[in-house]
């Protein structure tokens, strides 16, 4: 039987978009370490890029001073991620986005992230960071999502 | 970082006889990829390219600003009394884009064959 113990990996990406995608390729990694079916680590990837992306554009505000930092966490059954920016956190959710509304102008065709993160893993929480700094996504995908 | 956003047009012909305006993307569609999107969708003369299918074959990584602007593009072939319709894309951005709710206003397609059979 394969032992997984608990183990962490961590990176820090400059406040540039684009390099969303090393987290993206980092987390795949891990995933894939981990036995996560292909189209789970497919969820992941997008889930970790565009909770990098938003980290990125809205909480350092593309501020190359900043960074981004991403953690990974693989447990015994699960894959924690936690995306920490400088930035103040999210006070409300925005609501799920309408393809009819966005259709008629009603609605900015922008804002699908925090919503494809919600759908394609299985735990999100926006957490405010005290002062206002460090805030921080943490995003859970569970291994046995597959046996489902 | 990431991959630049590269689109060039074929024009088809469907085996129903309609003449079809192919936008082949290439490389990443995100928030740099505006110019190689739109730019290259609002250079379609509209009189003639009322059925537009676009083609993600080679697009690998698809993040929520390119899909925006995909929606851009719908909302303005709407108003341009165009059918856009798409094929090539990965299982995943296929349930990305049901997810999102693009399917309403854009057909999917696993192939171009089974695509242009439908138009």
């Known amino acids: 039987m394969k032992q997984v113990k608990s183990t962490s990996v961590e990176v820090r990406l400059p406040s540039r978009l684009g390099y969303e995608k090393v987290a993206m390729s980092t987390a795949a990694a891990v995933a894939k370490l981990m036995g996560f079916r292909e189209d789970r680590v497919e969820d992941l990837k997008t889930a970790v890029a565009e909770a990098c992306i938003n980290a990125i554009e809205h909480g350092n505000r593309l501020n190359e001073g900043l960074s981004v930092g991403v953690v990974l966490s693989a447990g015994k059954d699960s894959l924690e991620v936690k995306v920490i920016d400088d930035g103040k956190g999210m006070k409300t959710l925005p609501p799920k986005p309408d393809m009819d509304r966005k259709m008629h102008g009603e609605e900015d065709p922008r804002g699908m992230g925090m919503f494809l993160i919600q759908a394609l893993v299985d735990e999100a929480e926006w957490v405010a960071g005290q002062n206002g700094k460090s805030s921080y996504v943490r995003l859970v995908i569970r291994l046995d999502k597959e046996a489902e | ?119």
């Open chain 2, 1 to 119: 970082m990431q991959s630049e956003t590269k689109a060039h047009v074929d024009q088809l012909t469907s085996p129903a006889g309609h003449p079809v305006t192919v936008l082949r993307f290439e490389g990443d569609i995100a928030s740099t990829s505006k110019d190689a999107v739109l730019g290259a969708y609002q250079a379609l003369p509209k009189a003639t390219a009322k059925l537009v299918l676009l083609d993600f074959t080679k697009v690998d990584y698809i993040n929520s600003s390119g899909i925006a602007l995909v929606i851009q593009m719908l909302i303005e072939a709407s108003n341009s009394g165009q059918k856009v319709y798409a094929y090539g894309l990965s299982a995943h951005f296929t349930k990305v884009f049901t997810m999102v709710g693009i399917t309403k206003y854009a057909g999917l397609f696993p192939t171009q064959t089974e695509a242009l059979a439908a138009l």
